[in-house]
């Protein structure tokens, strides 16, 4: 089976599209290892002719990949296709349909012309990362049920031989958030739940690795923002860190406590039906936008380690049964069946 797959988001500083790249990559190296007979195709024509392309009709993706069978459409972007051509899509979220203005103008426009709910209906078989995300596809873009999967994602990125040295800046203790700084994250309340924790008695500092648009805001409440760091320096943090913090008010999969869970770190996360299916038991949960609660939570983390333990080893063996060799497998299948 020869795949045409649309490699927008490995281009070298789409931000934008980091958790949608670490997706991509982890499934394509599985699908070449596991499936060394077929060819997956990467496709970058530009991203101002594909945009355009979704405006004009032309020219389609498949083109840039002669003789494809199907398409892989990885996430959600403007994008055309020969007619008669099947393609498979990837949903993550519909972030940017509940609260559009969260995101910067640029990604609204990037959004509109992709037309998403169009875009889906058209596919053949449409992925979601995770049951709460094929739920609210199917009711709000009316998609049929019959071609939805959900196929869970793998737990991130799995940890590296050996970490980086942490920057002087990191503080002795500390809460880590990792992740685009940007309003549907909730970094502010993240930070405005610190310091009444801290007023609470908590010890421990808080650090973002991670960059946006509210970079300054947070700078200025006291936090070390880091913005975008190495791998090998994540790691770091993921270690040494007294518990992740994902105050996020929508996340599609969430890779971030998935992958401090690797590294035996516990979790705090908003109350969101993901972490259900990802976590289970394996986190404290607060509801979105709840600063006095998370505060509460990131102190408890700090006074009670027989709490952390169990939080860590529930969460280690939730993420033990996530896999990118069973998110590749399923992602072949369902490419299979477009091309019948």
Known sequence: ??????????????????????????????????????????????????????????PPLDRFAPGCDVVWVPAPAPIAMSKGMPYVLTVHDLSFEHRARDYPLYDRLWQRLARPAQLARGAERVLCVSEATRRALIERWSVDRERTRTVLSGPGRLPSAA?????????ESFVLAVGALEPRKLPSILAHAHRRAQAAGLRA??????????????????????????????????????????ASRDEGFGFTPLEAAMRGTPAVVAD????TET?????????????????TALVRLEREPNLREQLARTAREAVSRLSWESAAHATRSALAEATR
């Open 1 to 58: 089976m020869r795949v045409a797959v649309d490699g927008r988001a490995l281009r070298p500083g789409a931000a934008r599209a980091r958790g949608v790249a670490r997706y991509l990559c982890c499934v394509l190296d599985e699908s070449r290892r596991l499936f060394p007979e077929d060819e997956y195709q990467l496709v970058d024509p530009g991203r101002i002719r594909l945009a355009t392309a979704a405006l004009a009709g032309r």
């Open 205 to 246: 500092g808080l650090v973002f690795a991670g960059d946006g648009r509210l970079r300054g805001e947070l700078e200025d409440s006291g936090a070390t923002v880091l913005g975008h760091v190495p791998d090998t320096v994540l790691d770091g943090l993921y270690e040494r860190a007294l518990a992740v913090a994902c």
């Open 279 to 295: 976590l289970g038991e394996g986190a404290l949960r607060v509801p979105p936008g709840d600063a006095e609660a998370l505060a």
């Open 272 to 275: 969101l039906p993901v972490f």
């Open 163 to 171: 970490s980086s040295a942490l920057p002087d800046s990191i503080p």
